[in-house]
């Protein structure tokens, strides 16, 4: 009677070493290939590679979705809310003034944000073999 194994317990010399979670996500911070870290993730602002010119990592099995989106409205959100906070309560400045300096730190925020947090999430999906990213046995 042979016992099956869970490939993801399977220790043997024939298994491929485990992809690095935490490298590979912050090499997708950074808008690098979560294989080889040389490589560009994304052609355009938000628009991900097929595969990396460098590695020639396939790179289309990501489904990003919505979360770079959630997750960047989360972080500006918890970032900026309480400087909004500490900042009226300090200095009291115009509402015009308050508003103007507080929209365009939102916005500049959540657009240095958003294609980080997507290449985070491609890297983080590779790393785990989620959606396609799994190697071939």
Known sequence: MTSKVHPM???????????????AVWRG????????GNGPILRSY???RDHCPVCRE????HRADDGPAYLTILIVGHIMAPALLWVFTT???EPLILITI???GCIGLSLYLLPRLKGAIV?????REMHGF????
């Open 58 to 61: 396939e790179l289309h099995h």
């Open 9 to 23: 317990t399977d220790l043997s010399p024939e298994r491929e070493t485990e992809r690095e979670t935490w490298p």
């Open 29 to 36: 911070f950074r808008c690098r290939c979560p294989n080889c």
């Open 46 to 48: 938000l628009k991900v």
């Open 134 to 137: 799994a190697r071939e046995h």
């Open 123 to 127: 890297g983080f999906q590779w790393a």
């Open 102 to 104: 507080f929209l365009i």
């Open 91 to 93: 200095w009291r400045p």
